[in-house]
């Protein structure tokens, strides 16, 4: 197994965005055809707008909403200067990854369909098997914390109505246990969609609904920060002693670190997204464009968020802004930025799971080639403009798949410490780590000298607030384990 997955890994195998060669009578794949690409594959459309797309609907989920509350950890000072820098840090690397696409030659290089094939081409080694372990580890991690999240929020338009209808001081909490399943139903149908390609849609979308929240939530802050009555902040965040203890302030402060960290947790999609991409112009430099645009926007829209936010709440911000109610009134924009939150991360929930599907998919399929469970299509509709069709191994997996993160979700729904986690395991070694060690084997940037020092440097620091991060929010986990039980705590 070990080996046919390592096989995979570099011929391809894994991508989100395989789409196999199309055959021709004289055996060739795709000669002479032009709707194929340089590599015999049905040629890209992807465009710098549609990969912005893909890029703010993964960036811009659940963790804009915690930023009001690390911002309040944190305080004036450091908390947006730490949201300024993981930006710059992510728009940096991940322009060094953009020109790993291709091995060699950024323009002329042969292609990468994965960021595990990028890893495979330039590192090799253990260095791929470890890469897929955090890769994987964090995607489905994230499928995880956006089944909580997406209850969560189905819950708030839920408790929203209570609270108009019957007063604040009504209890209002119900079992998400609910939501998580019926989002689950919802993600065992549209997971049955074979790839990224047919997904292009649903990014959209998800990335219009993510704007509409986002803003509603910046508008609510801006609102109460205007009209009050505003909670008390400080530069240092919440104070010691009066808020929280020495040991609790450290513990928090580190996992809003990694809550901001996974505000910013896109790099592991990233080959996948510019692998839809089509050239020319070359592939780097449309990625690079659709990574400023991406980055830039998420930046003014997290800026907004964590400060506003802060303002609004002080050092007594909700976890999570339109769900922690903080706010109560109007209710119903309350309801509809959480069904904004809901149809979004329906959308981000397939462009995090696509690779894990694609992954395993096409490993079986090279394991069992002759396989007709594995391997067979079974078509549904065969129209010129719709064609979908059932393959019965994708369906038993991908539902599995679904109906196990869901399990999860249900026995540990902790919104803040989940993120944190997640932002802490992916941020350094995909983020940072990879794309630095692949750029200085592309470059061939020579050990010790000031570039060599400079990006080993970033490297290492951005290790020590990723180990800082895990280590805070796996703590948290447990403290909110001692006070939960699956299936009857409500929220």
Request: hydrophobic share 45%.
């Amino acid at each position: 197994m070990t080996k046919d997955v390592e096989m995979a890994a570099r011929n391809g195998g894994g991508g989100a965005y395989y789409l196999p060669p199309p055959h021709h009578a004289d055996g060739g794949a795709g000669a002479g055809d032009v709707d194929v690409d340089d590599d015999g594959k049905q040629r890209r459309t992807g465009t710098v707008w549609t990969a912005s797309a893909h890029i703010i609907t993964a960036v811009i989920g659940s963790g804009v909403l915690s930023l009001a509350w690390a911002t309040a950890q944190l305080g004036w000072v450091v908390g947006p200067v730490t949201l300024m820098l993981f930006a710059l840090i992510t728009y940096y690397t991940s322009g060094l990854l953009a020109d790993c696409y291709r091995t060699g030659d950024p323009v002329t290089g042969k292609r990468n369909y994965t960021y595990m094939d990028a890893v495979a081409s330039y590192l090799g080694g253990w260095q791929v098997w470890t890469c897929g372990l955090f890769q994987y580890v964090n995607l489905v991690g994230t499928a995880i914390g956006y089944t909580i999240t997406a209850s969560i929020s189905a819950a708030a338009v839920h408790k929203a109505n209570c609270f108009h209808k019957n007063g604040h001081a009504v209890d209002c909490n119900v079992y998400d246990t609910m939501y998580m399943v019926v989002f689950g139903i919802v993600q065992i149908f549209f997971s049955q969609l074979p790839n990224f390609s047919d997904l292009s849609w649903l990014s959209i979308l998800a990335a219009i609904m993510s704007f509409s929240y986002s803003t509603i939530a910046v508008g609510l802050s801006l609102a109460r920060t205007i009209s009050g009555p505003t909670g008390k902040t400080t530069l240092t965040g919440v104070e010691v002693g009066v808020d929280v203890t020495s040991a609790q302030k450290i513990w928090l402060a580190f996992q809003a670190l990694g809550d901001i960290a996974f505000a910013y947790s896109y790099s592991m999609i990233l080959i996948e997204i510019q692998d839809t991409v089509r050239s020319p112009p070359a592939e780097n430099k449309s990625m690079k464009k659709a990574t400023l645009l991406g980055v830039s926007t998420t930046t003014a829209f997290y800026m907004l968020c964590g400060c506003l936010g802060y303002a609004a709440f002080g050092n007594a911000a909700p976890g999570n802004m339109l769900t922690g109610f903080g706010f109560y009134e109007p209710y119903w924009l309350i309801d509809f930025a959480n069904v904004c939150i809901v149809v979004h991360l329906v959308g981000a929930y397939q462009v995090f799971s696509q690779p894990i599907f694609a992954a395993v998919e096409t490993w079986a399929a090279k394991r069992w080639p002759n396989a007709d469970f594995i391997n067979r299509e079974h078509p549904v509709v065969s129209g010129k403009r719709c064609r979908f069709s059932v393959n019965m191994f994708r369906l038993t997996w991908r539902t599995a798949f679904v109906v196990a993160s869901t399990v999860v979700a249900i026995v540990m729904p902790f919104f803040n410490d989940i993120l944190g986690f997640l932002g802490a395991v992916g941020f350094w070694p995909l983020t940072v780590y990879y794309p630095v060690e692949m750029y200085i084997r592309q470059r061939r940037i020579h050990k010790y000298t000031r570039r060599w020092v400079a990006l080993q440097t970033l490297s290492f620091l951005c290790f020590l607030v990723s180990l800082a991060a895990a280590v805070a929010s796996i703590e948290g986990v447990s403290e909110s384990l001692k006070h939960y039980v699956p299936f009857k705590t409500k929220s």
